[in-house]
């Protein structure tokens, strides 16, 4: 593993899809992003989460002061983050937002859901990047103001335009278009946590 940004306070690397972030409950989800940079950097502490399907950007800090900086960023909104993703259909309008509440689905979980009266607030922008209407798929760019568990598939599901490859949420037909999720955290911009000068690691899909 090589990292993309390394200092001593705080290390970006790129998770590949099909590796958990975090250690699961069950035996063969021990294996994880945290592990291999924990192995690395033994004082790297986890920041965020990225879902298991999900390739790309992951931030560690070393220390508990980067920890609670950073993590103090994230819940305020802080950083910045952008995602690639190709999705079914064409979008339109080709920008905007998607505010739609999201809660778990206990039924069905991990799955989660659009719940108008009980969800909490929820909110993508998002810019189609192409379109290929040989393939009736389009390629666009999501930036998450509220990060929400797996808001950025939901919001999509929901007006339509499932991910490819999405064995949670789209139809098996959609989920066939591809052998992995597409969808990518390409970029995180934050304020270090130690000098307050912006920090932006990017890191383009392999898709």
């Not at 799955?111 to 290929?132: E, F, I, W």
Request: hydrophobic share 45%; charged share 20%; proline share 8%.
């Amino acid at each position: 593993m090589t990292p993309l940004h390394v200092d001593a306070a705080c290390i970006v690397v790129v998770k590949p899809a099909g590796l958990p972030a975090v250690p699961g409950r069950s035996e063969h989800l021990q294996d994880c992003m945290a592990a291999h940079v924990q192995a690395q950097f033994a004082d790297a502490l986890v920041v965020h989460r990225l879902d298991m399907a999900t390739s790309g950007l992951m931030l560690f800090a070393r220390g508990a002061f980067a920890q609670r900086t950073l993590c103090r960023a994230f819940e305020r909104r802080e950083v910045h983050k952008r995602y690639v993703a190709v999705v079914h259909g064409r979008i339109d309008p080709p920008d905007g937002e998607i505010g739609l509440p999201l809660r778990a689905d206990w039924p069905n979980r991990p799955r989660q859901q659009v719940d108008m009266a009980n969800g909490k607030p929820s909110l993508t922008r998002y810019r189609v990047l192409a379109h290929d209407p040989l393939a009736n798929t389009s390629r666009v760019m999501l930036a998450p103001v509220t990060g929400r568990t797996h808001q950025l598939r939901v919001h999509l599901l929901a007006i339509g335009h499932p991910i490819l490859g999405d064995a949670l949420y789209a139809p098996v037909a959609v989920q066939a278009l591809a052998g992995r999720l597409l969808l990518h955290a390409e970029s995180l911009t934050f304020m270090h946590p130690v000098d307050g000068q912006p920090l932006c690691v990017s890191h383009a899909a392999a898709f």
